[in-house]
């Protein structure tokens, strides 16, 4: 895509909240937690994917077009915040998904319905294959007549990743004595963004740091390569499986502070943060933002995570003591 300005989705900044009694689980003062709240965008339900479409679609709008296609699994919030970001604009969406209709109703495919986008199931598909569908996709498109830009997987190039270069200048003005903030990754756009940021890897690339790297050297001309911190150990069964950790973790954040995670995302990235404070590596005296990059639909479309906390439900008495 041609570069070009960004075409706006959202008001700037987001908020940045203390997390108090997080970071005393953590073992971390009350001063030193805090939480960018990247879930409290307007657009869509929320997320990080918006900062991205900012430069994905205002590209897209440079080069003519008047429909939006891109790819990912049937519960991205990436293909949710696009079908949003085309509502708001007035621009046709096609999602190209791997799968068949009808395996799930749930979390983002419900939102994706009610803005409007339509959805190519491309069957029983690897990545290659649903790139490749993608494309016969806007081939298709275009053959009808219409002007289709293709959004990459996750909105993740050097285009998107702009967005996130732009939210890191715009925490250090909100909090300049930032010591680190940890995001999760997933295509990698939002870490090639921050760049200093540790990383938590989600499992939905073979290989993230290469990614990220691609990515951010293309957007700064320089290799960053050495300069990357992304922690692998969250990673569990793969991307999308519920882990102990992040269970774990999605109860720490609502018990401690009443804000929702997802299962697949924000919940691992917390689930890093806690292992790297119980190695030592987050320590007391240091500020750290957790960076919420939303998905809240998202946990209502994972089984494993639904079963799990419909299951743990307490059931009150009037007999039972406090409850703390």
Known sequence: MPAAPPTSLAG????????????????????????????????????????????????????????????????????????????????DVVLVFPGRPGASRSGNLVLDALFGARVHWAGDVDLAGLAATAEETVAALRRRGARPELIPFGGSNAVGARGYEQAGRELLAQV????????AVGSGGTMAGLVAALGVDTGAMEEPAAAVAAMAGELTGSDVRDRLRIR?????????????????????????????????????????????????????????????????????????????????????????????
């Open 12 to 91: 700037w900044p987001t908020p940045l909240e203390k997390a108090p009694r997080l970071a005393a689980a953590l073992g971390l003062r009350e001063d030193d937690l805090w939480i960018k709240r990247d879930d409290l965008i307007g657009l869509g339900g929320g997320g990080n994917k918006v900062r991205k479409l900012e430069y994905t679609v205002g590209a897209a709008l440079a080069a003519g077009a008047d429909t939006l296609v891109t790819v990912g699994a049937p519960q991205s919030n990436h293909a949710r915040l696009t079908a949003a970001a085309g509502a708001r604009l007035g621009l």
């Open 176 to 183: 300049p004595s930032v010591d680190l903030a940890v995001v």
């Open 232 to 324: 692998s150990d969250q990673v569990g069964a793969g991307y999308g499986r519920l882990t102990a950790s992040t269970a774990a973790a999605l109860r720490l954040a609502a018990r401690t502070e009443g804000i929702v995670l997802d299962p697949v995302y924000t919940g691992r990235a917390l689930a890093g943060l806690l292992a790297a404070a119980e190695e030592g590596t987050v320590a007391p005296g240091r500020t750290t933002v957790f960076w919420h990059t939303g998905g809240l639909p998202g946990l209502f479309g994972h089984a494993e995570a639904v079963g799990l906390l419909d299951g743990s439900l307490p059931v009150f008495a009037p007999e039972d003591g406090p409850a703390h």
